[in-house]
């Protein structure tokens, strides 16, 4: 039987074959977490993945430094985050430009983070001017979105923070790229970028899909991450809860494959996969839409 028999019903089989679904599955970025099974989770990533190393306040920026050059020795086209609350200041952003252009890194994800008393920076927005001030030699800059909302920023205040980082990014000559939070419900994705792309904003955006992941992890790490509105979303959408608890863990199919229908209208550009480390059933999930197994 194959992958896709095992993960997916019929109907999500057909839909995960279709065109839209496939390029977007073909572009998509692993995110890795440092954690205990991150070796494993290494191993387990198709030769030359892309892949995005978080920024753990527990681990540190230096962790993440650590682990992007590792990535990159193994043949991985790796992607920092920095997370604004662990910087201590104008002078390790500015070291941290350097460590960047000086590994030949072509990217970076900048998040505002989680450390409960930053030593210098609150948001990300004045980490990524210093930054980019300092001169990285990126080519692309990536950043969080937050269709579902967030737990501690109004709706407003998220919506001009992503207009005012587009206009810094290409002020250095750098292109933008967002990436969404993790959300369950493709109508507040959909009605979120339409609002936003009316606004101005025609940043690419990456859609944060949940990877294969075990429904157990999916449900602790999603309340760590301060997706409350989308666990709510869940507990409310019998369909999406029935998903949920099949065999095999967590599957996005369906969700990528609403989305995908209308993905170059609305700008999105490829996927990030929030994959809690548990990459090999994502992966086997992606190669499989891809044709890798029938």
């Known amino acids: 039987m194959s992958i896709l028999s095992n993960l997916f019903s019929t109907r999500t089989r057909t839909a995960a074959a279709s065109p839209a679904v496939q390029r977007l599955v073909g572009v998509m970025r692993y995110e890795l977490i440092p954690l205990k099974s991150l070796d494993q989770a290494i191993a387990d990533l198709p030769p030359g993945a892309p892949v995005s190393v978080t920024c753990s306040p527990a681990k540190g920026i230096a962790t993440t430094q650590e682990l992007t050059l590792k990535l990159k020795a193994l043949g991985h086209d790796a992607v920092p985050h920095f997370a604004a609350r662990l910087v201590e200041g104008p002078s390790h952003a500015a070291a941290l430009a350097e460590w960047v252009r000086t590994n030949g890194i072509r990217e970076v994800f900048i998040i505002g983070g989680d450390a409960e008393t930053p030593p210098h920076y609150q948001y990300a927005l004045p980490f990524m001017k210093d930054f980019l001030e300092a001169k990285p030699g990126i080519e692309t ?6 269709p579902d909302g967030h737990a501690s920023i109004n709706n407003d205040d998220l919506s001009n923070a992503i207009h005012e980082k587009q206009k810094l990014i290409r002020s250095h000559g750098v292109q933008p790229l967002a990436s969404t939070q993790m959300c369950f419900d493709a109508a507040t994705i959909r009605s979120w970028l339409k609002a936003e792309r009316t606004r101005g904003f025609d940043t690419p955006i ?18 760590r991450l301060g997706i ?37 209208e609305l700008g999105i550009a490829g996927i990030h996969s929030f994959t809690f480390n ?3 059933d994502t992966r086997k999930w992606a190669e499989a839409i891809l044709g890798g197994e029938q």
């Open 141 to 146: 800059l990536g950043f969080g979105a937050y």
């Open 206 to 223: 990456n859609l944060g899909l949940p990877g294969v992941v075990d429904r157990a992890k999916l449900m602790t790490m999603g309340m």
């Open 228 to 264: 409350g509105q989308s666990m709510r979303y869940l507990s409310k959408n019998k369909a999406t809860m029935t998903r949920m608890f099949a065999p095999g863990g967590y599957d996005p199919t369906k969700l990528l494959a609403d989305l995908a229908t209308d993905a170059d």
């Open 278 to 280: 548990s990459t090999a």
